[in-house]
Structures are given as structure tokens and as C-alpha cells.
């Protein structure tokens, strides 16, 4: 292969781009979300790569395609979207795998042992060391997580806010928060609008900041769900270290929507919900697009010998094309 194809789908957004087996970016497109299930991602996927490939006047019949989606949790739906992505017929040849993976390789040197935890919308950890792989599946409550990340959060400001309405838990500034943010009468109202579908759960995403503003503000409600969630960034981590035997030497790879906030509100909170953390791990806060990690795991891939730096800078000097 002479080329790869970068892909990093998420559940908001789909990046797509192209590199010449020596490294430098050819092209770069953007597009909607591609945790649609596998036959629709591919779909999608293919159109992007098409519109990459046709800016760089490259041919996708010589890539080899480094998908890393959202959506792709257990083995089952690993194989399902590499099936469905090499039905299409135009790369070379395809790999897939959970993004949460591109993070680990962004963040982290692949002779590096190292946990990767992102906090989107959901929270997905995979950890790697030598050429042993751990990940947990990430589905939900029925594999023992909360439910998401920035998701949680925002529903656990209604839910806190409504029993500071109804007098079943303690005052908190959130509830006004969340009156202000939806433009509703009272909390129950929120619920009201949720049965009716006058109001999505999208809209609760606002709230996030909120919270993390209320918890370093000494709010001891919003406190409380924000080191909740911090906590678990660091019961996963470890527990994910503990699972491929430990050992000096690890790097804690953190990214996400919630890690990418420039005050560094939830990283603060994960420091102060977990002592002890940055004794077991470097801590590593990505400081690229995450289709840079699946970019370098492309080239690792096709065995080219590009170093990170000169992915990154190019990603750096670049914007994504906006394809609608």
C-alpha cells in the first residue's frame, strides 16, 4: 500500500483523511457522525473517502483503510463494519477498530505500555502493552459502567435539580441552570417535554459546562456528579493496568470532549477523585485530532517509518474540508 486512509468516526463527526505512505497529508474531509450502524457508516465513510481522494487525485485502490469507530465495542461489530467497508470494494485494504484505540496511539508510542480513556459523550478505555490488547466492552449498565460520560453528566444535572425541585435532595444553583439553559417553567417540565419529544436529550449537552463550573465553584451537589464520573476515569485505568499484569513504566492517555475543555476543569476533577493516579501514571492530555492517532496506526500498519511529530505537524498546519 502506498497510501492510507485515515478514518476517525464519532458519534458527532467523521474525519476522514489521506497520507502518502511517507506522511504527508494529502487531504482531509469532514463529515456527519458514523455511529449509524455498519452498512449506513460505510456508506458514509466511502462517500468521504471518495471526496478525499478525488481533492489529493489519489486512487483508493492503493490504500489501505485505518478505520477507528465509535460503535465498535465487541468483536461482533468489529467484524461487521470491516465486512461492510471492505464490501465496498475501493481500498486496498481495511482494518477496524473501537476509536478509542487512535486515541491510545496518539497519545502514547506503540513500545509504550498504556491505558486510553476517552470521556465524550460516552467513556471507552482499551490498554495495550507488548502485544497484549485489554478493552472493556463499554455497552452500558449491563457491562457495569455509568451511563456515558458527558451523557451522564448532563442527565445527572436534571435528576439532581429535579429533587432539589420536588424536596427529595438538597438545594443546588443547578436547578436554575437547567431552567435557564431549556427555557422551561420548572424541571418536571423537562420530563414532560421528553415523553412529548418537544425536547431531546441532545439539548441536555449544554449543561455539561455547567456542572463543572458549579463543581469547582464549591457546589457540593454538582461536586458530587462530577467526581463521580472523575472517579471512574481512574477505577477504569487502573483496572485496565491491573488486567495486563501492571508493572512500571505506564501512560494514561486522556481524550474526549470532556479532557479537550482548555480550563481543564474535568482533568482537575479526575486529579482530585483519584490521589495517588499520577504516581501509577504519566498523564497524557492529546493535543491533536484524534484521526492523527488513527493516521499513525495506519502507517504502522503498512510498515512505513514516519515519526508522530511530522503526522502531527501536518494535521497542524491543515483544516478538514466541510462536506455536508
Not at 494529502?26 to 455498519?38: F, K, T
Not at 471518495?50 to 467484524?79: F, K, S
Not at 473501537?98 to 467513556?123: E, F
Amino acid at each position: 500500500m502506498s497510501l492510507v486512509l485515515a478514518v476517525d468516526g464519532g458519534n458527532s463527526k467523521t474525519d476522514v483523511a489521506l497520507l502518502s505512505a511517507s506522511g504527508p497529508l494529502l487531504s482531509w474531509v469532514r463529515g456527519p457522525g458514523s455511529a449509524i450502524g455498519a452498512l449506513r457508516a460505510a456508506r458514509l465513510i466511502g462517500r468521504l473517502a471518495g471526496v478525499a481522494a478525488r481533492r489529493a487525485g489519489a486512487d483508493l485502490a492503493a490504500a489501505h483503510a485505518a478505520c477507528y469507530l465509535a460503535g465498535a465495542d465487541v468483536p461482533w461489530q468489529v467484524e461487521e463494519r470491516r465486512a461492510a467497508l471492505d464490501a465496498l470494494g475501493v481500498f486496498g485494504s481495511v482494518s477496524v477498530g473501537n476509536d478509542a484505540w487512535a486515541l491510545l496511539r496518539l497519545g502514547a508510542p506503540a513500545s509504550v505500555p498504556a491505558v486510553g480513556v476517552v470521556c465524550g459523550a460516552g467513556l471507552k478505555c482499551v490498554a495495550r502493552t507488548g502485544t497484549s490488547r485489554h478493552e472493556f466492552p463499554s455497552l452500558g449498565w449491563q457491562t457495569g459502567d455509568l451511563s456515558g460520560a458527558g451523557d451522564f453528566l448532563a442527565r445527572e444535572v436534571v435528576r439532581v435539580a429535579a429533587r432539589a425541585e420536588d424536596g427529595r435532595g438538597p438545594e443546588t444553583p443547578l436547578r436554575d441552570a437547567v431552567l435557564a439553559h431549556l427555557s422551561v417553567p420548572s424541571v418536571r417540565a423537562v420530563a414532560e417535554h421528553l415523553l412529548t419529544g418537544e425536547l431531546t436529550e441532545d439539548r441536555l449537552g449544554g449543561l455539561v459546562p455547567v456542572v463543572l463550573d458549579q463543581a469547582l465553584a464549591g457546589d457540593p451537589v454538582a461536586a458530587s456528579v462530577v467526581g463521580e464520573l472523575a472517579a471512574e476515569v481512574g477505577v477504569t485505568a487502573r483496572a485496565a493496568r491491573r488486567h495486563l499484569g501492571g508493572g512500571p513504566g505506564w501512560t494514561l492517555v486522556l481524550g474526549g470532549g470532556l479532557f479537550a475543555d482548555p480550563a481543564g476543569r474535568f482533568l482537575s476533577a479526575v486529579r482530585t477523585a483519584t490521589p495517588g493516579l499520577e504516581e501509577e501514571f504519566t498523564l497524557a492530555a492529546v493535543d491533536a485530532p484524534p484521526v492523527v492517532g488513527a493516521a499513525l496506526l495506519g502507517l504502522d500498519h503498512i510498515g512505513a517509518r514516519v515519526s508522530s511529530s511530522a503526522v502531527r505537524h501536518a494535521f497542524r498546519d491543515a483544516d478538514p474540508f466541510p462536506d455536508c
